[in-house]
């Protein structure tokens, strides 16, 4: 297990990171997960075996159950807290009242104060703002977040799923306003969803945040096992995130043979491409069952050569898309003078 800086903090985060979604068997996440106590103490033993010290989870999972079992799960392990890297998020409906959701003042204050309750904890290693709320105005939000860092609830803040102009203008009006600026951002990336290369890769690099990957094997498509059965697994039900399935069945035909060349899982091929993504800080990989986690965690050996990368690469590619087609065109004579001098 390789560790990697958090965005530009001193934190280091393995690689791979325990995310909970199937802790508790409340509401729509009953259907995704449904575990109890001792089978998420069982998986997060199998993590810290593994060297995994990042763990992931959120208010809304299960309406609080899954930050419940999780905080249980690190004291019934008897695990020092400072070895664990805490992360939960804040933006979901809580309740049925107008303010039992989003980024206001008062819901992101509340909510830290139940989230360390039910985590057990005195502090958040990483509060992550779950969305984009069109009725907060981002600079409400960003003063709620750097009050609980200067209070010591919480020692860093990240966001999820917000596109890069709104980040970049988030990371502006902290600077200008003296406030704490993300760190990191989680976002869907996959062989089957490389959208985020268009504009968020660029910005993160440029402006030093950290990547945590959600659903990397696309809600189990990349597993391959839907090949195998029209009628297994979630997709099913709920096909979540969206594929597309005629572009995503190259990309399988692409991984099967790199998957028997190094006698490994489809799956842990796909988080070995991912886990080969410069910009890639930990990939979040979360289970029902042991032998899942584990077949997973091993994606941490894989080596994939420059060859299969290659291969990967171009089975997933994206289509050309403006302005991208043009800055590449028009940089060409610029990026020859970087790449041999002037």
């Known amino acids: 297990m390789r560790y990697n800086r958090l965005g530009s903090t001193g934190l280091f985060v393995s690689e791979l990171c325990l995310g909970t979604m199937t802790f508790g068997n409340t509401g729509m996440f009953a259907a995704i997960g449904g575990l109890e ?12 075996d593994a060297g995994v010290n990042f763990v992931d989870t959120a208010n809304m999972y299960s309406l609080g159950l899954s930050e419940q079992i ?3 799960a690190i004291r019934n392990l008897g695990l020092r807290r400072e070895d664990v890297v805490l992360a939960t998020k804040v933006m979901g409906a809580m309740g049925d009242g107008p303010n039992d959701r989003g980024l206001s ?13 039910r985590l057990g904890t005195d502090h958040i290693d990483l509060y992550q703002i779950h969305g984009w709320d069109p009725a907060t105005p981002i600079e409400e ?3 709620a977040l750097d009050d609980l860092v200067r209070q010591g609830h919480v020692r860093y803040i990240g966001v999820s799923n917000w596109a890069a102009w709104q980040i970049a203008k988030a990371l502006g009006i902290s600077e200008r306003l003296g406030l704490d600026r993300f760190q990191s951002t989680q976002s869907y990336y996959t062989l089957v969803g490389r959208e985020l290369e268009r504009e968020i890769v660029p910005m993160l690099q440029s402006e030093g945040l950290g990547l945590m990957v959600w659903s990397p094997l696309a809600s189990g498509y990349l597993s391959g096992k839907y090949r195998e059965s029209a009628t297994d697994g979630r997709r099913q039900t709920f096909a979540f995130p969206p594929v597309d399935t005629s572009r995503g069945e190259v990309v399988l ?9 190094h006698g490994v899982s489809m799956a842990q091929v796909a988080l070995a491409w991912l886990l080969h993504q410069p910009a890639v800080t930990s990939v979040i990989v979360g289970a029902r069952r042991i032998d899942q986690l584990a077949d997973n965690l091993a994606a941490a050996s894989v080596s994939l050569s420059a060859d299969q990368l290659a291969a990967l690469d171009a089975a997933s590619t994206l ?5 991208q087609w043009m800055i590449d065109r028009q940089g060409v004579d610029r990026r020859r003078m970087l790449e041999r001098g002037v």
């Open 37 to 48: 106590q001792a089978d998420a103490d069982a998986l997060l033993h199998t993590a810290v």
């Open 70 to 72: 999780t905080g249980q």
């Open 105 to 117: 003042r008062g819901h992101i204050l509340d909510q830290a104060k139940a989230s360390l309750k």
């Open 141 to 143: 939000a960003l003063r």
């Open 253 to 261: 035909d692409a991984m099967a043979p790199i998957a028997n060349a």
């Open 319 to 323: 289509p050309p898309e403006y302005p």
